[in-house]
C-alpha cells in the first residue's frame, strides 16, 4: 500500500489574493493545536477531526463566495472540498498544506 500526497487545486499566489478578496473565504481545517503555530491571515477555523463540519456550520457558509481550504498536508481539506462540492458549492479549493502558504 502507497500513499499519495494530496494535490492543491489552487497556487500560493491564488490564496493570496483570497487573503484580499471580500468573496472570498479560508478555512483552516486543522486542530487547534496546529493552528496555535500560526494561520493564514484571515482563515477561520473549522477544525476537520473535531466533528466541526456539521450541517449547520456549512448552512453557515455562502454558497456564492469562493473558499479556500488548507490543513496541514492537504488531505483534511481535501476531504473537505468534496463534501462542499457534494454539497452544492461550486467555488471550493484544495490549497494544501500550510506549510506552503506561511506568510500569507
Do not use: H
Not at 478555512?27 to 477555523?45: L, N, W, Y
Not at 477531526?49 to 454558497?63: I, K, N, R, V, Y
Not at 463566495?65 to 463534501?83: D, F, P, T
Request: hydrophobic content about 40%.
Amino acid at each position: 500500500m502507497f500513499f499519495m500526497k494530496p494535490n492543491a487545486d489552487c497556487s500560493r499566489e491564488e490564496v493570496a489574493g483570497a487573503v484580499q478578496d471580500a468573496n472570498a473565504v479560508i478555512i483552516d481545517c486543522r486542530t487547534p493545536g496546529e493552528t496555535a503555530g500560526g494561520m493564514v491571515t484571515g482563515a477561520q477555523e473549522l477544525d476537520w477531526l473535531a466533528g466541526a463540519w456539521t450541517e449547520e456550520a456549512m448552512q453557515s457558509l455562502d454558497p456564492a463566495k469562493s473558499y479556500y481550504l488548507y490543513c496541514r498536508s492537504g488531505n483534511r481539506s481535501g476531504q473537505a472540498v468534496k463534501l462542499l462540492r457534494a454539497k452544492g458549492f461550486n467555488a471550493v479549493f484544495n490549497a494544501g498544506a500550510y506549510e506552503s502558504l506561511q506568510g500569507l
